[in-house]
C-alpha cells in the first residue's frame, strides 16, 4: 500500500507568525469598513408619534432571549435608527423616550444575511406605562437589501428528511439554482461558502467535488455540516451586496448554534440496516444472498453557560459507522482461455476453437501458423490468467472467452466530527466568539480492487479537514461598529492506493493485458479483461492534498442619517500543497508497468496486427471457419494477449523546477502560495420609507501564485514561445 496519503505537512511557526503579521499591516491600511457581516443580519426602522412626526433621541435596546445580552442605540433627528450587526436569534425590542409610554416589541426574529424594519409609533405618556406590540406589519420585508436567497433554520432545518443528517443536502434547494448546485447561470466553482465569518470554501477546485465526505453533495463547504450543530443557513442567488465579490456564483452564509443562560442538549442516532431494505436486483439475478450492512449516525450535542450573561458554549459530536457492501461486475477470463485456447463463432453460428496450448497450436490462420514462432501461448500470461476467479455472471465478457465476475465486497466507513462554539460578553459593548469544526474520515474506496484470494477494495480515501473561526465585535460609538473576524481551514484528504507489482515469476513488472481501464463493460473497443488488481490510472493513481488558508476581515458599520455606511477590506493566503502519482492517463510514477494489447483498441499504440495471422474474415462465400468481422479487434486484443506481445511500457517521469529529472518513482508535486486582498464600499440611502437606494463597489487583487521549487505554467504564443500578455489579449 502507498503511503503518501499518510503524510501531513506543518508549516512552521515563523511562518505562520509572518503571515499573520502582514495580515495585520494590512488591515490597519485598510480604511475603516461597515457591514451586515457574513453572520448577522440587520435591523432598522423609524420612530413616529400617533401624528407622525418624527421623535428624535429614543433609547432603542435590542435583547436576546437566550443569553439576556443587549445593544443599545439613540435614534437621530429624523427618528432613525440602526442595528447593523444582529446575531441570528429571537430578541426583544424596547423603546424609551421622555414623555412617551415606553414601547415593547417582546418577539423579534432576525435571520442571517436578512434585514428587518420595526417602526414604531409611540404615545405620549410616563415610562412607567408599558405598551406592548405583538404584531409588526412589514418587519420581515426586505426593503433595505435588494439580495434574493432564502433562508433555512430551526425546527424546518431539523425536521425536513435528509439521508445523510447534512444541511449541505438542503442548500440547492431553490429558484434560480439547479440540481448540480449551479447558482444564477454561474459554474458550481464559484459558489462561496462563509461559515461563522470565516473562509470555507475548497481552495482545489472550489466545489469540494474532489474529496467531500461521504454524504456531502457537490458543491459544499470543505468540512461537514450536521444538522444537529447548524443553527441556520442563507443561500444568496442573485444582487449580493458589494461586501460579497469574491466569485461570479452564489453566496452560502452558515452559523453554528449557540449557548444560551440555560443547559440544553440532546442525543441522537439514526439506523438503517440490512433489516430494513431488500436485497439488489443484481444479487437476486445471481443467486446471491443478501450482504450484512448497516448504517448507524448518532452523537449529541449540549450547549448552556459558562457563567450566566456573559460566557456560554455549544458542543456538538457526531459518529458514523457504515459497513455497507458495494457491489462490482468484472470481466475474467473462462476456464478454456485460462487453458490457452481462443473461441469465436463462425457466420453459421458454431464455435471454432483456435489453441495456442503448447503441444497442440491451431495452423487454422489464413494458411499459417496462428503462431508464426510455434511456441503458443506465454507461460507468464498463462500463470497470471490462473489467478482469476471462476465467472458468475454470463451477461458480461463474450461468453466464450471471457465472463462476467460479480461479487459483494464490505467497503466500511467510519467518520467522527466535533463542534465547538464559545461566545463571550464583555460588555454592553463588546462581544466575541470562537468556533471550531474537526473532522476525520476514514473510508474504503472502491477505485481499486483486488481478484487475488477473496476479492476485496484494496484502497481508501482519508479525508481530515479542520476549520476555526473567531470574531470580535465592538461598538465603538453609538453609531460606530466594527466587526473583526476570520478563520483557518485545514483541507487535508488522500488517495491511497496499492502499487503496480508483478503477480508472477518470470517477469520484474506488473502485466496489464487486453487494453488499458476498469474491465467492467462489453465495449468492444475497451478493456476486454479486468487486471487482477486494478492498475487503470484513473483507479490506481494516488494523490495527496494538503491546504492551508489563512483568512482576516475587518467590517465597519457608520450610521449616518439616512446613510448606512459600509466598506471594509479583507486578507487571505493559502498554502497548498499537491502530489500525484499520474498524468492523468498512461502510466504511473510508481513503476513501470507493460501494456500488452494490439493497436486499435483505443489505448494500443504500437502493436498492429497483421491480417496473416487472423483467421480469414467471414463472407457471404465463407460462412465456415471464419472469423466475423465483428470479432477482428477482440480477435487481435486476445491473441496479442495470449502470446505476452508488448504494446508499450509505460511509466512516467517527474522533473524538479530546472527541469531536471528527478529519480524514477518520484511524484509530480508542487507547494504553492496564493494570496488575495480586496476592499468594499457599500451606501444603503433611506431616501424615504417606501425607497431604499443602495450604491457599491468591490474591488479584489490576487498577484501571480508562487511555487517554492520554481515551478510554474506559462501560456505562451506557439509561433514565438512568449508568453502571452493578458493586459495586451484584453485591449485587442
Known amino acids: 500500500m502507498m503511503g503518501p496519503a499518510d503524510t501531513e505537512v506543518v508549516?512552521?511557526?515563523k511562518t505562520s507568525l509572518r503571515l499573520l503579521g502582514a495580515a495585520c499591516l494590512l488591515l490597519l491600511s485598510l480604511i475603516p469598513a461597515l457591514a451586515q457581516t457574513a453572520t448577522s443580519g440587520l435591523l432598522s426602522g423609524v420612530v413616529t408619534d400617533l401624528s407622525g412626526a418624527l421623535i428624535p433621541g429614543v433609547s432603542v435596546i435590542l435583547q436576546q432571549h437566550t443569553t439576556n445580552a443587549k445593544m443599545q442605540v439613540t435614534t437621530d433627528s429624523l427618528g432613525h435608527y440602526v442595528f447593523p450587526v444582529v446575531d441570528p436569534s429571537d430578541y426583544t425590542l424596547t423603546f424609551a423616550a421622555k414623555g412617551f409610554q415606553n414601547a415593547v416589541v417582546p418577539q423579534v426574529h432576525v435571520e442571517v444575511q436578512k434585514a428587518y424594519t420595526v417602526n414604531m409609533m409611540m404615545q405620549v405618556g410616563t415610562s412607567s406605562e408599558t405598551v406592548q406590540v405583538t404584531e409588526i406589519s412589514g418587519a420581515d420585508l426586505q426593503t433595505t437589501s435588494a439580495t434574493v436567497g432564502a433562508v433555512l433554520g430551526g425546527t424546518s432545518l431539523e425536521n425536513l428528511p435528509t439521508f445523510t443528517r447534512s444541511a449541505s443536502s438542503l442548500m440547492f434547494y431553490q429558484p434560480a439554482i439547479s440540481p448540480d448546485?449551479?447558482?444564477?447561470?454561474?459554474?458550481?466553482?464559484?459558489?462561496?461558502?462563509?461559515?461563522d465569518g470565516g473562509d470555507v470554501t475548497s481552495d482545489l477546485e472550489g466545489s469540494n467535488s474532489y474529496a467531500a465526505p461521504p454524504g456531502e453533495p457537490s458543491p459544499s463547504p470543505t468540512v461537514p455540516i450536521p444538522i444537529e450543530s447548524t443553527q441556520e443557513f442563507q443561500v444568496s442567488t442573485s444582487n449580493p451586496s458589494a461586501n460579497f465579490g469574491r466569485s461570479s456564483g452564489g453566496q452560502v452564509s452558515l452559523v453554528t448554534k449557540r449557548g444560551g443562560n440555560s443547559f440544553h442538549g440532546s442525543a441522537y442516532e439514526y439506523n438503517n440496516n440490512d433489516g430494513l431494505n431488500a436485497n439488489s436486483w443484481t444479487n437476486n439475478s445471481l443467486s446471491i444472498r443478501k450482504p450484512h450492512s448497516v448504517d448507524n449516525r448518532f452523537g449529541g450535542t449540549i450547549g448552556g453557560p459558562i457563567r450566566k450573561n456573559r460566557l456560554w458554549f455549544f458542543a456538538n459530536y457526531e459518529g458514523r459507522r457504515l459497513h455497507s457492501p458495494s457491489i462490482f461486475s468484472l470481466i475474467v477470463p473462462t476456464a478454456t482461455m485460462k487453458s490457452g485456447i481462443l473461441q469465436f463463432r463462425d457466420a453459421r453460428?458454431?464455435?471454432v476453437p483456435y489453441s495456442f496450448k503448447p503441444g497442440s497450436i491451431t495452423t487454422a490462420c489464413g494458411g499459417v501458423f496462428c503462431d508464426p514462432r510455434n511456441v503458443g501461448a506465454s507461460p507468464v500470461i498463462l500463470s497470471q490468467l490462473a489467478l482469476y476467479p471462476a465467472g458468475n455472471s454470463p451477461s458480461l465478457g463474450d461468453g466464450l472467452n471471457?465472463?462476467?465476475?460479480?461479487?459483494?465486497a464490505s467497503t466500511p466507513i467510519r467518520q467522527d466530527l466535533a463542534v465547538l462554539r464559545l461566545d463571550y460578553n464583555l460588555n454592553s459593548r463588546w462581544s466575541?466568539?470562537?468556533t471550531g469544526h474537526y473532522s476525520t474520515t476514514?473510508?474504503?474506496?472502491?477505485?481499486q480492487v483486488t481478484l487475488l484470494g477473496t476479492p476485496k477494495p484494496v484502497s481508501s480515501d482519508p479525508i481530515k479537514p479542520q476549520f476555526y473561526t473567531f470574531e470580535v465585535t465592538g461598538q465603538l460609538s453609538t453609531n460606530l461598529i466594527a466587526v473583526t473576524h476570520g478563520s483557518f481551514l485545514r483541507n487535508w484528504w488522500g488517495w491511497n492506493r496499492q502499487a503496480p507489482a508483478p503477480l508472477v515469476s518470470g517477469t520484474q513488472t506488473a502485466l496489464v493485458l487486453a487494453g488499458e481501464g476498469t474491465g467492467n463493460?462489453?465495449?468492444g473497443t475497451g478493456k476486454l479483461l479486468a487486471d487482477p488488481v486494478n492498475l487503470s490510472t484513473q483507479a490506481a493513481r494516488y494523490r495527496v492534498f494538503d491546504g492551508k488558508k489563512y483568512y482576516i476581515a475587518e467590517d465597519l458599520s457608520l450610521v449616518h442619517n439616512s446613510h448606512l455606511l459600509q466598506f471594509g477590506g479583507s486578507w487571505y493566503t493559502s498554502h497548498d500543497y499537491f502530489l500525484k502519482s499520474d498524468n492523468f492517463a498512461?502510466?504511473?510514477t510508481a513503476g513501470p508497468m507493460l501494456y500488452v494489447e494490439s493497436t486499435g483498441n483505443g489505448s494500443g499504440l504500437y502493436m498492429g496486427m497483421s491480417s496473416a495471422y487472423q483467421p480469414p474474415t467471414c463472407s457471404t462465400t465463407l460462412t465456415a471457419n471464419c472469423l466475423q468481422s465483428s470479432d477482428v479487434l477482440r480477435w487481435n486484443e486476445l491473441y496479442s494477449s495470449m502470446l505476452g506481445l508488448v504494446d508499450r511500457s509505460s511509466q512516467v517521469i517527474t522533473r524538479d523546477g530546472n527541469f531536471h529529472p528527478n529519480p524514477l518513482g518520484t511524484p509530480a508535486y508542487s507547494r504553492t502560495s496564493i494570496m488575495a486582498m480586496g476592499g468594499y464600499l457599500q451606501d444603503i440611502w433611506k431616501m424615504k420609507p417606501s425607497l431604499t437606494l443602495t450604491l457599491g463597489v468591490n474591488w479584489s487583487a490576487q498577484p501571480n501564485p508562487k511555487e517554492a521549487t520554481g515551478k510554474y505554467d506559462v501560456l505562451v504564443y506557439a509561433a514565438s514561445n512568449t508568453p502571452v500578455d493578458y493586459w495586451q489579449r484584453c485591449s485587442e
Open 181 to 195: 448546485g449551479m447558482i444564477s447561470g454561474a459554474r458550481r466553482e464559484q459558489v462561496t461558502f462563509t461559515f
Open 11 to 13: 508549516m512552521s511557526g
Open 521 to 523: 463493460n462489453n465495449n
Open 442 to 447: 476514514d473510508r474504503v474506496s472502491t477505485s
Open 349 to 351: 453460428g458454431n464455435v
Open 432 to 434: 466575541a466568539f470562537l
Open 586 to 588: 498512461g502510466g504511473l
Open 402 to 408: 471471457t465472463i462476467g465476475y460479480t461479487f459483494n
